[in-house]
């Protein structure tokens, strides 16, 4: 008893020694004091300072504040869907192309990237294309795209609400680098004629492409647009045949002529031409005729005159007046009757029995006063001529001529008369086919009568 007594007090005995001898808290690790301590708050933790991290810790906190250190660039390529990467990859490849100046390259991957377009997605956009086709001269594909452009610029079935675009790579990025460099206060066409000039593509091509660039600022540059529709009216006219000749007529020309008040008018004015013509047809008007070409014969003035004293005189020109109210006219002329040296003046009525856009159909009668032009020939000099006069002009109030012909214009062009809306000018080939009774009284120089067939071709003017 006293035995088991005495163990039970030692054994405290040791407990006690050894509990003061280990007052401090353990030795633990720190892992095994984490495990010990209460879990803090989530806002604890947020404010409870980093006192040292890991190079590891450093690199995955800096993915995870990526929004606020990581460049666009970069953005796009963490964002980037992986089934664009050959999109891409053609893209970079293109860039290559063009520091090489490998235009067969850049055709080839441009047309690829084409392929892949989409109603909702665009692997490369227009003025990425324009940088493109302008660094590496390639001008006959720059009109292409641009003709493109503009055909379908307004249909807005073509794509989708959320289009996207390639971007954010380094074409992108060194696309944006050309255009900051070009002087945004005009137009690039005035940076790039001179190598348009030297293009190698048609004349047409060239004068379609100045067109197609200066549109973009046709509408907000007066002088630009004034310049566009220069272009374009002389691409109009000359190169009517052109597959795109109505298009730009149509769509740049017409738009850009509406514009400006006078354009406007000068359009309308054209527009009608042909309308105003046709309503003016046997109205009337004022004509004059220049007959330059004159020939024909007569019958019976064998012994009109003494050819052995004489030679006669024919005129220069044949001209004839003539007014015109509805389908009748009335005429002046002076004609030389297809007879040497007889010439009348004549008064005359006559009738429209056909106008057309090009052809007039003129008959008429006429009474005409003739005489006789002679000259006196070389050594033979008469007494009834007065001294000094060598040359001598028989007329008389017995004579006279009746003349039955028929004038026939081909009127090759009838252009409005100046500014004017409704009055018009015709220039004609004009051709006069006749007959003459011709009746001369003068006996002293020469006298008789007959019959003339004449004709004679010229020029006329009808104001109408």
Not at 8 to 34: H, I, M, R, W, Y
Not at 96 to 102: G, V
Not at 236 to 247: H, I, L, Q, S, T
Not at 341 to 353: C, E, N, P, Q, Y
Request: negative net charge.
């Amino acid at each position: 008893m006293k035995t088991s007594l005495l163990q039970c007090v030692l054994f405290l005995f040791v407990c006690v020694v050894f509990a003061q001898e280990n007052t401090g808290k353990p030795d633990f690790s720190s892992f095994e004091k984490s495990l010990m301590e209460p879990q803090s708050s989530s806002s604890d933790a947020e404010k409870a300072p980093v006192e040292s991290e890991s190079a590891s810790d450093a690199f995955e906190r800096s993915l995870m504040a990526s929004d606020s250190t990581s460049s666009d660039f970069e953005k796009s390529l963490m964002e980037r869907p992986s089934e664009l990467e050959p999109i891409y990859k053609l893209r970079e490849n293109l860039l290559s192309a063009i520091k090489s100046k490998d235009t067969v390259t850049a055709s080839n991957i441009i047309s690829q990237l084409s392929e892949h377009e989409t109603r909702s997605f665009v692997p490369i956009q227009y003025m990425e294309l324009e940088v493109v086709y302008i660094e590496m001269n390639m001008y006959g594909h720059f009109l292409d795209m641009l003709l493109k452009y503009y055909k379908t610029l307004l249909d807005s079935n073509r794509y989708d609400e959320n289009l996207t675009f390639a971007s954010e790579d380094g074409l992108a990025l060194y696309v944006k680098n050309q255009i900051m460099q070009r002087d945004t206060t005009r137009n690039v066409f005035f940076a790039i004629s001179n190598k348009i000039n030297y293009a190698r593509i048609s004349m047409s091509k060239k004068l379609k492409l100045e067109i197609l660039l200066l549109l973009r600022d046709a509408y907000r540059d007066e002088n630009v647009g004034s310049l566009v529709r220069d272009k374009a009216s002389r691409f109009v006219k000359e190169y009517g045949d052109d597959p795109d000749a109505a298009w730009i007529k149509k769509c740049i020309l017409d738009p850009l002529s509406r514009k400006s008040p006078r354009e406007l008018a000068l359009i309308e004015r054209a527009e009608r031409h042909e309308d105003v013509i046709e309503e003016k047809l046997y109205t009337g008007g004022f004509g004059m005729n220049l007959f330059f070409i004159k020939g024909g014969f007569g019958l019976g003035f064998d012994r009109l005159y003494r050819s052995d004293l004489y030679e006669p005189v024919n005129p220069f020109v044949n001209l004839e007046l003539y007014f015109q109210i509805g389908p009748f006219t009335t005429l002046l002329e002076m004609l030389n009757h297809g007879v040497n040296g007889v010439t009348s003046f004549g008064l005359g009525l006559g009738l429209v029995v056909y106008d057309s856009r090009y052809f007039k159909v003129r008959p008429y009668i006429e009474y005409a006063l003739p005489g006789m032009d002679l000259k006196v020939k070389k050594d033979n000099r008469v007494e009834h001529l007065y001294a000094g006069d060598d040359e001598m002009y028989g007329f008389s109030e017995e004579n006279r001529a009746f003349v039955a012909a028929v004038n026939v214009d081909y009127k090759f062009g009838t252009p409005y008369f100046f500014g004017s809306r409704s009055k018009l000018t015709s220039f004609s080939i004009s051709g006069k086919f006749g007959a003459s009774y011709i009746n001369l009284e003068d006996s002293d120089h020469f006298s008789g009568s007959g019959v003339s067939f004449f004709f004679d071709i010229g020029l006329g003017i009808y104001l109408w």
